[in-house]
């Protein structure tokens, strides 16, 4: 028999509801937050309702916006999985840490040991801390969320479309059988084990129901204490699964399904916020890891006016929906366009709660000026850079401007997508040159105006130039001098 790895355990059964456990006193509105930060897995700018989402409805998510702040220009760091989650947990680009790309089942690589995440920074101060669903920062013990300041985990190690199970080369014929087949060798539920990779494992469409089950559970059972709380849910990433009650809910179709069921989740931790009395003492933040696969079609989100999707660098692969409530501190109902990055958390956190930012260098900075909507606030940063590949420096955001370095990427125009959860082939030919766009006139970065601002371009081009200084840059061949290692185990 072929034992699988035990990763992402959660350290207990399902919690009872908030009603049967002992009832704690409300802690006082001014004591430390907790922090719970919801983070999906390719969901587009567009694919809330606030953004224009057509053919499903965000409820939760709508009234997320209603009573805190909703940020149109926040960025992750990276559009793919890994290296994203690596800024998001340590406040650093994931290229200083040597994270690149997506980590997979056969890499050896992982997050280092000597680097502090969120949840360590938050144990610091003594929070309870948890973490459920997708991981992605290395599948070996040594990487897992419990090494890594999480008290509670459980989930899947790297995404729900990991070799050899991925949509395209994996083929069913029944679309309906093909959403409820399990995909074996990427779960690692307590106590599995695997004989037969042909043997249908966990079943994926309960993943966004559980994980929610698993979140809210955990807000009612320390209630009577700070805590952090990181829920990664898998989806929208292909392939797509809901429970079979979902299936059909919206008039969207099977992407449709999931971000109503991730808005269901959602609504869960808001209620037992209620439930138990800390919603005022509570900062939630949600947002996604990149932009969508939008190969896949309608088993793909949308970006609405901006340009490209994930694996790209142009807005509709980095700019993120972000919604932070914060009552009585986070303005309700307000909407920023001041950029920010998922880099700029940690700091942030670390602001709010008292904590000491990490020994070793990081690159984000507090933003909690913005967050609170104090008078003239704006992003710390004097400009956002964002990698690619290999520690590729392919663009960069400083105020209201992005500059593109020469670089080849993939895209869709004049492509035919796939559907039905099967991918379309992406040009992969196709190249920017140097390129300047205003993103307040030009959110969508199909004017040019590089030759018409040569200043701003040579402004742009030397803060490049220190960046590349510090953590390099393959596409004009600077090694940079403050890149570290990533954990590594033998082969």
Known sequence: MRKMPLLLVAAGSLLAACEFLPKAPPRPVDDRPNVVVIFTD???????????????????????????????????????????????????????????????????????????????????????????????????????????????????????????WHPAYAHFEDPVEKRKRGYPDLFTFEGLEIADPEVTGPDQMRFT?????????????????????????????????????????????????VIEEID??????????????????????????????????????????????????????????????????????????????????LPTVVKLIEAELPEQTIDGMDVWPLLAGEPGARSPQEAYFFYYHQNHLEAMRCGPWKLHFPHGYRSMVGMTPGSGGTPGKYDYNVKTGLELYNLEDDISESKDLAAEHPEVVARLSKLADGMRARLGDKLTEVKGSENRAPGRVEK
Not at 232 to 250: C, K, Q
Request: proline share 7%; glycine share 12%; net charge negative.
């Open 264 to 345: 269901d989740s959602v609504g869960k931790i808001l209620d037992a916020l209620d439930e138990c009395g800390i919603a005022e003492n509570t900062l939630v933040i949600y947002t996604s890891d990149n932009g969508p696969w939008l190969n896949y079609g309608d088993h793909a989100g949308t970006t609405g006016p901006l340009r490209e999707g994930k694996g790209t660098t142009f807005e509709g692969g980095v700019r993120v929906p972000c919604l932070v409530r914060y009552p009585g501190r986070v303005p309700a109902g307000r909407v920023s366009r001041e950029p920010w990055m998922t880099i700029d958390l």
């Open 42 to 164: 390719d969901q587009g700018w567009a694919d809330i309702g606030t953004q224009g989402a057509v053919g499903y409805k965000t409820p939760h998510l709508d009234r997320l916006a209603a009573e805190g702040t909703r940020f149109t220009d926040f960025y992750a760091a990276q559009p793919v999985c890994s290296a994203s989650r690596t800024a998001l947990l340590t406040g650093c680009y994931p290229n200083r840490l040597g994270i690149h790309g997506a980590i997979g089942p056969r890499n050896t690589h992982g997050i280092n040991d000597e680097e502090t995440t969120l949840a360590e920074v938050c144990k610091s101060r003594g929070y309870a801390t948890a973490m459920f669903g997708k991981w992605h920062l290395g599948y070996q013990t040594q990487f897992l969320p419990g090494n890594h300041g999480f008290d509670e985990s459980y989930g899947i190690p790297y995404s729900n479309d990991m070799w050899p």
């Open 209 to 257: 129901t559980d994980f929610g089950d698993r979140a809210a559970n955990f807000v009612r059972a320390h209630a009577d204490e700070p805590f952090f709380l990181y829920l990664a849910h898998p989806m929208p990433h292909v392939p797509l699964f809901t429970d079979e009650d979902s299936i059909g809910r919206s008039e969207q179709g099977a992407y449709g399904d």
